[in-house]
């Protein structure tokens, strides 16, 4: 087989030489008619025998391409590196290997694709179920009788509203990250006074915070300083951030900010709250993440804040970092272009 196809891609000149060859032969010898019809048949004779090799090199090729195929098909390979063709058939095999590394790798991404999604939809569940049975047990207990307590029923009314709170809060949270994910969340950015920002900021929380008794404070310095951003956005980011620095603060105080760096503003909220192991660092910002799952949800967290929260930064072309120490406290900055 190998010979055929060799003779194959050397036709073209093996017929050349022939052809030479046949020219000296002929003025080699005298000049007579015969023999030069009888050179003439034979060289015709190997041209045609030449040609038969040929189209038989290439069914034996194109065989072997076909098998190829059957056999990605059949899904026979695992690696691109099984993948053989001779020698003559180099450049068809490197892009027969590059097509199935990217299917294979197009393969890969669907299945994961395909198990974020059902994590997601198991993680949904998971959360609506939560507020559901809490609100329906109280409810129940309310007309097994708990009704005429006067004790206990405003209390578990109380409590019934707080997690139809949390269930609102929750779908909210994951309209924004649907919106967000599949792109179609418009962002509208302009510049805007950050000073006037945070302090819009410091004034919805600062109640929140000294009924904790945090000491809640604010840091900037320049009120003429404008940065450039989706406003709205940014007020969901730091609504995220702050709560979850009075959430996740027994004592001391939170610290909200912005420091001129060059051309850009760094934004910080900083707290002295019970901070974060270095080994949950690079998990927090995942999508249902949460350190303590009972005593977060306790607290009506879903654990899709901090993912809203990086969504948006990565949308601003930042990024969110965080310094944190477990027992001491985090913070959570980011950077805004001036
Ligand atoms: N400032 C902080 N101090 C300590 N831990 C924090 C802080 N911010 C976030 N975390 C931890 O990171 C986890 C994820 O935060 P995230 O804001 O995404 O969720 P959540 O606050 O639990 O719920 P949600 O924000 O959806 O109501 C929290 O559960 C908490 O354990
Ligand atoms: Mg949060």
Known sequence: MKTIIWIRNFSGLISFCLFILFVIIFLYLSHTNSQTILLLGLFFLLNIFLLFLNRKARSI??????NLIRKIRLN?????????????????EEEIKAMFNRTQSDIQNLKKLEQVRTEFLGN????????IFSIQGYIETLLDGALGDTKVNRAFLQKAINHTLNLNNL????????????????????????????????????ASAENKNLVFSLHSPNPKLDLYGDKQRLKQVMSNLVTNSIKYTESGSVEIGVIEEGSFGKIYVKDTGLGIPSSDIARIFERFYRIERDRSREMGGSGLGLAIVKHIIEAHESKIEVKSQLGTGSEFIFRLKK
């Not at 949904?124 to 507020?131: A, I, N």
Request: no cysteine; charged share 30%; proline share 1%.
């Open 76 to 92: 026979e390979y695992k690696d691109s590196i099984d993948i053989s063709l001779s020698k003559n058939l180099q450049d068809l």
């Open 171 to 206: 779908l909210n949270d994951l309209i924004d990250i649907s919106m967000i994910e599949s792109g179609q969340m418009k962002m509208s950015f302009r510049f805007f006074n950050i000073h006037e920002f945070l302090k819009s900021v410091e004034s919805e929380f600062r």
């Open 124 to 131: 949904v569940s998971h959360e609506l179920r939560t507020p």
């Open 61 to 66: 090729e194109l065989q072997e391409i076909r």
